[in-house]
């Protein structure tokens, strides 16, 4: 991560960040097909709470902006000591460039990501 400001606060029981960046870089290798999402702004309010049997993470008003992308998301993840997962979220994009999509889902199949970068050519016109 680069270029992240903000607040953090953590105890034995859990947590909370407070984001408030521009310009933040966070590299994602293994996660997202390019492995860095480069950013112009991104602010965000997570917390979590840990559990002897989960760990539970709520985001709110997690909202990113870049010249091909500009959302919000809200959720929550939960993992529990058995390793089940889940995950609530909700996204909405008031800008998306097409060509482009296949950088920010996080772990697509190569052949997935060559797909997509073949078949999206061009942003729609607007007039």
Same mark, same amino acid.
């Given at each position: 991560?680069?270029?992240?400001?903000?607040?953090?606060?953590?105890?034995?029981?859990?947590?909370?960040?407070?984001?408030?960046?521009?310009?933040?870089?966070?590299?994602?290798?293994?996660?997202?097909?390019?492995?860095?999402?480069? /950013?112009?702004? /991104?602010?965000?309010?997570i917390s979590w709470t840990l559990a002897p049997d989960r760990v539970d993470v709520?985001?709110?008003?997690?909202?990113?902006?870049?010249?091909?992308?500009?959302?919000?998301?809200?959720?929550?993840?939960?993992?529990?000591?058995d390793a089940t997962r889940l995950i609530d979220l909700t996204a909405h994009f008031?800008?998306?460039?097409?060509?482009?999509?296949?950088?920010?889902?996080?772990? /697509?199949?190569?052949?997935?990501?060559?797909? /997509?970068?073949?078949?999206?050519?061009?942003?729609?016109?607007?007039?």
């Amino acid at each position: 991560m680069a270029g992240l400001t903000g607040r953090f606060e953590v105890n034995e029981k859990g947590g909370s960040i407070v984001l408030g960046s521009e310009q933040a870089s966070l590299e994602l290798p293994g996660i997202i097909a390019e492995g860095t999402a480069d /950013l112009d702004t /991104l602010a965000a309010q997570i917390s979590w709470t840990l559990a002897p049997d989960r760990v539970d993470v709520t985001f709110n008003n997690l909202s990113f902006a870049n010249k091909d992308v500009t959302g919000t998301l809200f959720g929550s993840f939960t993992r529990r000591q058995d390793a089940t997962r889940l995950i609530d979220l909700t996204a909405h994009f008031s800008k998306v460039d097409g060509r482009t999509v296949y950088r920010y889902i996080p772990r /697509l199949p190569q052949p997935v990501v060559d797909y /997509l970068k073949a078949s999206i050519s061009a942003a729609p016109r607007t007039t």
